[in-house]
């Protein structure tokens, strides 16, 4: 009898981590290409940021001390002694009871501390009325505030975002090693599968949902999908077109003919790509149990089940950490996801951790996950939903109004 030898999510995730690294070397893009990519180095700053005392306001540079007390009714009177350019060196040092005029964003003149708002003076020819008193540094972003020399600002394996390429900017680094944009292949199985635009459908023809739902996913993942069609249940032609696929990707996912039936293919062809062939054939959740992770020749296969659901879910659970192994993209230190009450009590099996679909609700008292319901078959419940939250293995349910952890869907990494 054939059987699974099921793997909890953890587990799987280890051999995942263990088993796979990045294929390619990395790639050295412009920043005005790469974001959304993974970070190949550690990047370090040669210079300050910013590289001079800057102003954060419109208003005069003065020496703090000389505004003290200052109020409406008691102003601090000031020599006004230059304007200072913006984009240009300040010239005239500062001296005590001395103004200058200075824009935000401007270079502090030497001697200055802090800067008044224009709107609390009144120039009166060369003199200044000062109406509020300031604070050493106050209106001022000091040289090296944003960065210093020396400073490690961005870390190997983050996914590059814009502000971490505004950084990269700022301090004159224009190009970046990335890992190399990894190439997945999708295959569906199925003798009952026909392709989306297939307008009549005979009976028992199925239209094929996962290619596309899976191909859309990693290419929010930043992958570049093949799409290699349909492939029927018959075991030759299916080796062969696998084969084929897999010679050109760096990931192949199989959808369909998981499980353990008779004409359940995908686990022989993995075995027939390469050693060591499966690593995992059944992971302890609901959807999903059939899904299997083989490698072969270095390069990961991941087999998903054919009900729509599962396949999506499974994707994200298992399909998303081989895809950032193969990036080297480093593991959040710690759980990403937000949390919600849920709506209804769930009941649920010791020994296998549940994902359920839910829907996002803000009511008065806070954010509500409702629970969308429905065979994994049916890929509107998936549509209905903004999520998944967990029902870990320990657990034989949870309760109305306990706090639950959601992963949303369509999210980045
Ligand atoms: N005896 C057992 N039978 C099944 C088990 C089990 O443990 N023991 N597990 C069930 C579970 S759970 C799932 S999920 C499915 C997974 O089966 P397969 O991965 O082998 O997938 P198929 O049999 O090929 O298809 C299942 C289902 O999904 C539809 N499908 C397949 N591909 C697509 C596609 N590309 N687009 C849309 N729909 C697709 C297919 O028509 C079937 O209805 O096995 C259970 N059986
Ligand atoms: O677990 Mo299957 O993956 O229920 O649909």
Redesign the pocket.
């Known amino acids: 009898m054939k059987f699974?030898n099921v793997k909890t999510v953890d587990e799987t995730v280890n051999i995942i981590e263990t088993h796979f690294a990045p294929i390619h070397e990395p790639v050295r893009v412009s920043i005005r290409e790469a974001v959304g990519r993974v970070l190949a180095e550690d990047v370090y700053s040669r210079e300050q940021v910013p590289p001079f005392a800057r102003s954060t306001v419109d208003g005069y540079a003065v020496q703090a001390k000389t505004t003290y007390g200052a109020s409406e009714s008691m102003p601090a009177f000031l020599d006004i002694t230059g304007k200072i350019q913006m984009g240009k060196r300040a010239e005239i040092p500062l001296l005590e009871g001395q103004a200058q005029y200075i824009p935000t964003g401007g270079m502090l003149p030497e001697g200055a501390d802090s800067i008044v708002m224009i709107e609390h003076v009144e120039e009166v020819g060369d003199l200044l009325n000062v109406y509020r008193q300031v604070a050493p540094g106050e209106n001022v972003i000091r040289a090296g505030d944003d960065v210093e020399i020396g400073e490690h600002v961005l870390h190997k394996g983050i996914r590059l975002r814009p502000q971490d390429l505004g950084l990269l900017a700022a301090i004159g680094i224009t190009e970046v090693a990335v890992a190399s944009i990894p190439v997945v292949g999708i295959l569906?199985?199925?003798d009952?599968?026909v392709p989306p635009d297939k307008t009549e459908l005979s009976p028992g023809e199925?239209?094929?949902?996962?290619?596309v739902m899976i191909g859309s996913r990693l290419m929010q993942l930043g992958a570049e999908v093949i799409y290699g069609g349909i492939v029927q249940d018959e075991y030759e032609e299916f080796l062969a077109r696998a084969r084929a696929l897999f010679g050109k990707v760096d990931f192949l996912l199989l959808?369909?003919?998981?499980?353990?039936?008779t004409r359940?293919f995908?686990v022989q062809v993995i075995e027939a790509l390469g050693e060591p062939g499966v690593l995992v054939h059944g992971v302890a959740t609901k959807?999903?149990?059939?899904t299997i992770i083989g490698k072969s020749q270095g390069k990961p296969v991941m087999?998903?089940?054919?009900?729509?659901v599962?396949a999506l879910i499974m994707l994200d659970l298992l399909g998303v950490p081989i895809l950032k192994q193969l990036q080297g993209e480093s593991k959040d230190d710690f759980d990403k996801r937000f949390k919600a009450r849920i709506s209804r009590n769930v009941p649920s099996a010791v020994g296998r951790s549940d994902y359920i679909r839910v829907r996002l609700e803000e009511r008065e008292d806070g954010l509500w996950a409702v629970p969308v319901f429905g065979k994994?078959?049916l890929v509107t419940t998936m549509v209905e939903s903004d999520g998944i939250m967990e029902i870990s293995a320990n657990k034989e349910g949870i309760l109305e109004g306990d706090h639950v952890k959601i992963k949303l869907f369509g999210k980045e990494i």
């Open positions: 699974f569906s199985t199925g009952e599968i199925i239209r094929d949902i996962n290619s959808s369909g003919g998981s499980s353990v039936g359940d995908t959807p999903g149990k059939p087999g998903l089940p054919g009900h729509p599962s994994s078959g």
